[in-house]
């Protein structure tokens, strides 16, 4: 059995590491989208509303406010969102290159070494 270089052990725990972020991430992006659908459902239902009471969920607490202002509050809420979605898009596919990289590295010097 081949033993394992320093370097390729490292690059290993590297790929490894790029793994978890990846998926901390995906998850990350995950609730965001959940939270996201659930602003464009609460945008949807006060269009729907004729009255000029309507409620705000607030921890344990109902909150009296006008729909525009909700409305104004839930698209403010929903546009971070989205930021926050983009940002973790691109540092997804950022690490997504660098390990796609660095696997790509591993195998071309794993068959370097078999060579040998």
């Not at 052990?9 to 901390?24: C, I, P, S, V, W």
């Not at 659930?38 to 009296?64: C, F, M, R, T």
């Not at 930021?83 to 691109?90: A, D, F, P």
Request: no cysteine.
């Amino acid at each position: 059995m081949p033993k394992i270089s320093d370097d390729a052990r490292n690059q290993m725990m590297k790929l490894q590491q790029f793994q978890q972020q990846m998926q901390a991430l995906s998850m990350q992006k995950q609730t965001l989208q959940v939270q996201e659908a659930e602003i464009d459902n609460a945008l949807g239902e006060l269009k729907k509303v004729k009255s000029e009471k309507v409620y705000e969920i607030v921890g344990n607490i109902l909150i009296n406010k006008k729909p525009l202002i909700l409305k104004k509050s839930l698209n403010d809420k929903k546009e971070q969102l989205s930021l926050r979605l983009e940002s973790i898009n691109k540092q997804l596919k950022r690490i997504t290159d660098k390990a796609q990289s660095l696997q790509k590295e591993l195998m071309k010097n794993s068959q370097e070494a078999g060579k040998e």
